[in-house]
């Protein structure tokens, strides 16, 4: 799995270029199968994930060629056959073969699906989905022949069940609805892509309406990735340097970046990107909620922010207990206490330490520490954290990091 040694307590300073969203290339992927056809995807992420990703589309029989980060992907020999676990369950987005199999192909299976482990990651709102467009499930395989567009509420805005409804009713003809939709930027990413395959979706809120029916192949620029922007804009803040990440919107790290300034951090904001160095002078309370709120994937990376600044508290309205990471931080002396709905992060004096990367962005929270302290510093399960950040090393290596991989 690889172990990350770090020699930290050098501000981090100058310019890194995020790549393309992680959560916005995995539904593309999956997508992709329902075209048949040849697809182009830029400023692709070559990540653990996406890979992962990749293999799975390969083993039905899809075929690409990768140039620098642009991706060619072709479908058109890809056929229904049951995937593996082995190939599954590396990443939670195998969940995307419901609404991809079922359009492409009429029939899926339920996948084993996997991904980080901070909590329980059911996909009974994905199989509801599929259900509600005339899809039914006998033991773990799903039929769809009989597929007819409907009107579909989501009981709360899952990213992962609004893919697959969207993956469905973009492959029937006729009018479909999804009420109660997820509205993050990956959602509006895929948005795009289906549209340029020719799926025909409006947003109103959080309602799409989609007129599907034969699709072809399309193509995506793949927008830059927040949650990898804001984890280099807390190595900035946390190491006393100056980052400027450029290769995305920071309209949508507004939830983050808004509060992180009124408590002090010194944060400019350009048309494609965003600069951050100081921390909080004032303690900061965080509640992660669906888009636009905090991202939940932001809040294991801002907790060390909070220890080294004046504190504060973080609740997930998203991922209630997702807060298993903080027992790996407290070896690198961040100190927190349970509330009865989240967490209290107390002031802190960082220090050098061991852990282990349990999950994708606890371990780039880990990673912060190490680079935030003078000192000796190990994180095993190196992979872990390079199944989301394409290019880490090299990326913190040019802002000054002493890290490397063994
Ligand atoms: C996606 O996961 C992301 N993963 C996660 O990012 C992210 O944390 C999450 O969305 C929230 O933004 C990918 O895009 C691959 P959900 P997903 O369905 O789709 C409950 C990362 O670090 N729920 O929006 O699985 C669920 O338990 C990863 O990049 C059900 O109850 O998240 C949670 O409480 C980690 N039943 C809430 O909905 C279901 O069938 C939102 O989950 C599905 C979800």
């Avoid at 990898?228 to 450029?246: D, F, H, K």
């Avoid at 991202?295 to 004046?310: N, R």
């Avoid at 967490?343 to 852990?355: D, F, Q």
């Amino acid at each position: 799995m690889g172990r990350f040694l770090i020699s930290g307590g050098r501000p981090l300073e100058g310019r890194v270029k995020v790549s393309g969203s992680k959560n916005g290339a995995l539904p593309v992927l999956f997508a992709a199968l329902l075209a048949k056809d040849v697809c182009y995807i830029d400023n692709f992420p070559l990540i653990g994930d996406t890979k992962a990703a990749l293999d799975i589309l390969t083993y039905l029989g899809s075929e690409y060629t990768l140039n620098g980060d642009s991706l060619t992907l072709d479908t058109s020999g890809a056929g229904y056959r049951p995937v593996p676990g082995c190939l599954t369950s590396p990443l939670r987005a195998s969940s995307y073969l419901i609404g991809s199999s079922l359009g492409a192909f009429g029939r899926g299976d339920v996948p084993a699906c996997g991904g980080c482990s901070f909590a329980s990651r059911p996909i009974d709102l994905h199989l509801r989905a599929a259900v509600a467009f005339g899809a039914y499930v006998e033991g773990e395989a799903i039929y769809g022949e009989s597929l007819r567009p409907t009107d579909h509420t989501l009981p709360l805005p899952s990213v992962g069940a609004t893919v697959n409804s969207l993956l469905i009713a973009s492959s029937i003809h006729g009018r479909s609805r999804i009420r109660g939709a997820a509205c993050e930027p990956h959602i509006d990413c895929l948005i795009r892509f289906l549209e340029s395959m020719g799926a025909q979706i409006k947003r109103d809120g959080s309602t799409l309406t989609v007129l599907g029916g034969e699709l072809h192949g399309g193509r995506v620029i793949i927008p830059g990735d927040m949650i990898e922007a804001g984890t280099y804009l807390c190595a900035g803040m946390l190491t006393g340097g100056e980052v400027t990440v450029s290769g995305f919107d920071p309209c949508e790290l507004d939830s983050a970046l808004g509060p992180l300034s009124l408590a002090g951090a010194d944060i400019s904001v350009y048309p494609d990107g965003a600069k951050a160095r100081g921390l909080p002078t004032k303690p900061l309370p965080i509640t992660a909620s669906p888009y636009p709120g905090f991202p939940t994937d932001l809040q294991p990376i801002i907790a060390p922010v909070l220890a080294s600044g004046a504190g504060g508290t973080i609740r997930d309205l998203i991922f209630k207990e997702r807060f298993g990471y903080l027992s790996e931080l407290s070896s690198f002396g961040v100190i927190s206490a349970p509330l009865n709905d989240g967490v209290r992060i107390l002031p802190s004096r960082l220090k050098p330490g061991r852990g282990r990367a349990c999950d994708l962005r606890g371990g780039a929270s880990l990673l912060l520490c190490a680079l935030s302290t003078a000192g000796e510093s190990e994180i095993t399960d190196a992979r872990t954290v390079l199944r989301g950040y394409s290019g880490l090393c090299e990326k913190l290596t040019s802002l000054g990091a002493r890290i490397k991989i063994l």
